[in-house]
């Protein structure tokens, strides 16, 4: 650790130059996207799109992987999860 890495977004930008941004953090480049460390838990941890929200079984899903990202809670009474079906989509 310790280390600084460049990374340029543009390739044709390649010189340094005096006023440029510099933006310090974790991210995670996959897919051409660079995402920060804390905008991780609105990814899919499968295939890194974003993921959706179901309104109507308040909890968040991925369209690309038909599935829930969210596990359903073990209470009995709860009126989302008992009749959550078993793929989003």
């Not at 460390?37 to 295939?47: G, I, K, T």
């Not at 974003?50 to 909890?59: G, K």
């Not at 968040?60 to 009995?76: F, G, H, L, Q, V």
């Amino acid at each position: 650790m310790g280390r600084t890495m460049l990374l340029f977004l543009d390739p044709k930008i390649r010189e340094f130059k005096h006023k440029q941004k510099e933006v310090e953090g974790v991210f995670l480049l996959i897919n051409k996207r660079v995402i920060e460390r804390q905008e991780l838990a609105d990814f899919c941890h499968d295939c890194f799109t974003p993921l959706s929200y179901h309104e109507t079984f308040d909890a968040c899903y991925c369209t690309k992987c038909n599935a829930w990202r969210e596990e359903a809670c073990t209470d009995p009474t709860c009126e989302y999860c008992d009749i959550r079906p078993k793929r989003p989509l």
